[in-house]
């Protein structure tokens, strides 16, 4: 055996650096934080007390603050585990390509340009995370692609996903006008002519996480001028298609827009929570390209990189969006289903905010109504918030983010006096001022 086929094993005779005191060789290990949103989750379930509102992750909530699985998604998982229709086999690396089709013409739409000329194809992946880590992997090691741009404030796992993939630069682009309550637009545009060509921009297609504030038709044209001008690479984030506006066509309109502009792009997608199957990890990479002779290699270099990450995706959820988005029937059934979550969505940000503004809580709430999606950007300072978790039993994060899913007619108008108290107690600059004018006003 010549030694070009020799299996060769370094250490075989003790690795030179193994440690031969009593010292472990994680001893250094410092502890990380604990992930916020999950750690007061599970304060919430361990909280006693008789009267508690859970405003943190998430995940729908029907009117008696319960869970809900979609109709349409249980109906078609009934059918999946009767008799012998069920099955644990493997999937392939891209997973199932009846669902990659659907959810990519569902994104970009049946008379999309790029999917007639064989431009785009999505890959299934573990969820919409899962398919920003696979799309971070693409564009760091086979597009050598180095910075990345989040908004301020964005998602708490993009600060996680893209540096742990590789990319070596961290920016920010202004989102929120704190004072105002509403898209910092120039502020935006500003950051963004100041980027390197080359760099990544993470957009939220609807519903932004977690401020619910959408850029307009208008802004998103003047967003689109920006990157293409300064040659930047847009990677959209699509979690709440439908959720937002309760209409899928009217929440794809700017991954739409940009795909018929020419742009390249990405887009992360997921269907736990417009289908509600948020433990299934069902989500779609959709990848779309001026080219399409380079798809067989862009394929090949994501087989490889799922193979030698998770190796394939789970089977049971996406067997459950396969058979929603491939039946008109059933997308029919889906669709209203979707109205169903928005409308009560909005039904209780106008609940809320009509509460606040009979109480007189200081501060302008018209921002509840003007934002969009499952979560509210309440402006709570972080006083406010430890208030209403320790005295009120209500939890929601530090940022004051609130989980609208959360409340129900039964529970608004208590968080709606708790939040009063809480400004009253802990007044924020903001509503200081406020407060001082309506002293002092004539």
């Not at 309550?181 to 060509?197: N, S």
Request: proline residues 5%.
């Amino acid at each position: 055996m010549d030694a070009s086929s020799q299996m060769i094993y370094p250490y075989e005779n003790g690795h030179p650096d193994v440690r031969t005191g009593d010292d472990s060789l994680f001893s250094t290990v410092e502890p990380a934080p604990p992930v916020e949103i999950f750690a007061l989750h599970k304060a919430f379930h361990e909280d006693n007390f008789t009267v508690k509102v859970d405003l943190t992750i998430g995940a729908y909530r029907d009117e008696e603050g319960r869970p809900w699985v979609l109709p349409v998604v249980r109906k078609i998982e009934e059918e999946i585990t009767s008799g012998n229709n069920i099955s644990h086999e493997y999937l392939g690396q891209l997973g199932l390509e009846e669902l990659s089709h659907a959810a990519t013409k569902l994104l970009l739409g049946n008379d999309n340009i790029a999917l007639k000329q064989g431009r785009a194809f999505g890959v299934q992946t573990v969820g919409g995370t899962g398919a920003l880590r696979v799309g971070a992997d693409f564009l760091v090691k086979c597009a050598k692609l180095k910075i990345f741009y989040m908004a301020d404030p964005c998602w708490p796992s993009h600060h996680l996903v893209f540096p742990y993939a590789g990319f070596a630069i961290c920016r920010i682009y202004r989102y929120w006008h704190s004072m105002k309550k509403c898209l910092d637009i120039e502020g935006l545009l500003e950051d963004l002519r100041a980027a390197p060509q080359g760099s990544v921009v993470i957009l939220h297609v609807c519903a932004h996480n977690p401020t619910g504030i959408d850029p307009s038709k208008d802004q998103w044209i003047r967003i689109a001028d920006v990157m293409e001008e300064r040659h930047l690479f847009p990677f959209f984030d699509c979690a709440y298609q439908g959720i937002a506006s309760g209409d899928l066509e009217k929440d794809a309109w700017p991954v739409r827009y940009f795909a018929s502009r020419g742009f390249e792009l990405l887009c992360a997608q997921s269907f736990s929570k417009n289908m509600g199957l948020y433990s299934e990890r069902v989500g779609n990479l959709t990848l779309v390209f001026k080219d399409p002779k380079v798809i067989p290699n862009v394929r090949s270099h994501i087989t490889m990189m799922i193979r030698g990450n998770y190796c394939n995706p789970p089977r049971h959820g996406a067997g459950i969006a396969t058979r929603i988005l491939n039946d008109p029937k059933l997308i029919d059934d889906w669709k209203n289903q979707i109205k169903t979550i928005a409308i009560r969505i909005k039904r209780m940000r106008w609940a809320l905010r009509t509460k606040l503004q009979e109480l007189g809580t200081p501060g302008n709430w018209d921002h509840i109504t003007r934002q969009i999606g499952m979560f509210c950007y309440s402006g709570l300072t972080e006083k406010q918030v430890k208030f209403l978790i320790q005295q009120y039993h209500i939890y929601l994060p530090t940022a004051g983010r609130i989980n609208i899913c959360g409340l129900n007619d039964k529970n608004v108008e208590y968080v709606a006096r708790a939040i009063n108290e809480a400004v009253l107690t802990y007044p924020s600059e903001e509503n200081d001022n406020q407060n001082r004018r309506r002293i002092f006003s004539p």
